[in-house]
C-alpha cells in the first residue's frame, strides 16, 4: 500500500525535532512526514533584516538546534507559500506548524492551519472561562483579541516553550490563580510533557495544539 505523506511547514527552521515526534505518535508509522521551513537556506543575517524590516503580527518560533527567534507575519507569508509550493506533488496534504492567523495559500492540495481549527474547537466546547498560554508578552494584545468571543473570560499568559520549564509553571499558576475553567496551549512547540506539567498544576483540561490537529489529520487520511 502507498504510504500517504503529510507536508509540515514550519515557520521556523527543520526539523522540528520538538513537533514532528508528537505527530508521528498520533499518526502511526503508514504516514510520512515530509518536513519543509520558511527560514531554511536562510542566514542568520537575512532572518535578521528580514524580520526587523517586515509588519504584523508577533510570532515566536525555533532556528535550527532549539535557539527561540521572534518574527513578523509579513516576512513571512511569501515564504510560506514557496514551501507550500514545493510539497505540491509529494505530498497528501500540508499542515502549517502555527497557530497564527495566515491567509489562503495557493495550493491544489488541503492545507491545514491550526489557528482556526483550535479556537472553533474550544468555542464548541463552551466552557465559560478560559486560559490561554501563547510564547510571549509581545502576543498577549493580539491574543485576547483572537480568542474574544471563543469564552465569556478570556486570561492570556506568556510562556515560551522554548524557554525554562520553570516559566511555563508560573504561567500554569497564575491560571490556576484565575480560576480559569480549561486551558489552550496556543502554540505547536508546546510538548505532551508541557502539556502534562500544566493539567497538573491546574486540575482542569488543557488542550494543546499539535496533538489536536493530529488526530484531525489522522481521521482525514483514514482509509
Not at 144 to 163: L, N, T
Request: charged share 25%; with cysteine; aromatic share 4%.
Amino acid at each position: 500500500m502507498l504510504r500517504r505523506r503529510v507536508g509540515t511547514v514550519t515557520i521556523g527552521q527543520t526539523p522540528r525535532d520538538d513537533v514532528v515526534p508528537q505527530l508521528r505518535a498520533i499518526l502511526g508509522d503508514q504516514i510520512e512526514i515530509v518536513e519543509t521551513g520558511a527560514l531554511d537556506g536562510l542566514s542568520e543575517k537575512a532572518i535578521k533584516d528580514g524580520a526587523a524590516s517586515s509588519e504584523g503580527a508577533l510570532l515566536v518560533t525555533r532556528l535550527r538546534g532549539g535557539r527561540e527567534i521572534h518574527l513578523r507575519k509579513g516576512f513571512l507569508i511569501p515564504r510560506l507559500q514557496q514551501c507550500v509550493s514545493s510539497l505540491q506533488d509529494r505530498v497528501h496534504l500540508i499542515l502549517v506548524l502555527c497557530t497564527g492567523d495566515f491567509p489562503p495559500l495557493e495550493s491544489d492540495l488541503p492545507v491545514l492551519f491550526p489557528g482556526p481549527l483550535v479556537r472553533n474547537t474550544v468555542r464548541g466546547l463552551g466552557w465559560a472561562s478560559l486560559g490561554v498560554l501563547t510564547p510571549s508578552a509581545g502576543q498577549i494584545a493580539d491574543q485576547q483579541e483572537r480568542w474574544d468571543g471563543v469564552a465569556h473570560r478570556v486570561v492570556v499568559e506568556p510562556a515560551s516553550p522554548y524557554a525554562s520549564p520553570e516559566r511555563l509553571s508560573e504561567a500554569a499558576c497564575r491560571l490556576r490563580d484565575a480560576r480559569i475553567d480549561a486551558a489552550v496551549m496556543d502554540c505547536v512547540g508546546y510538548t505532551r510533557v508541557m502539556k502534562q506539567t500544566v493539567r497538573t498544576i491546574l486540575g482542569k483540561p488543557v488542550l494543546a495544539a499539535t496533538s489536536l490537529i493530529a488526530r484531525v489529520i489522522a481521521e482525514m487520511l483514514d482509509g
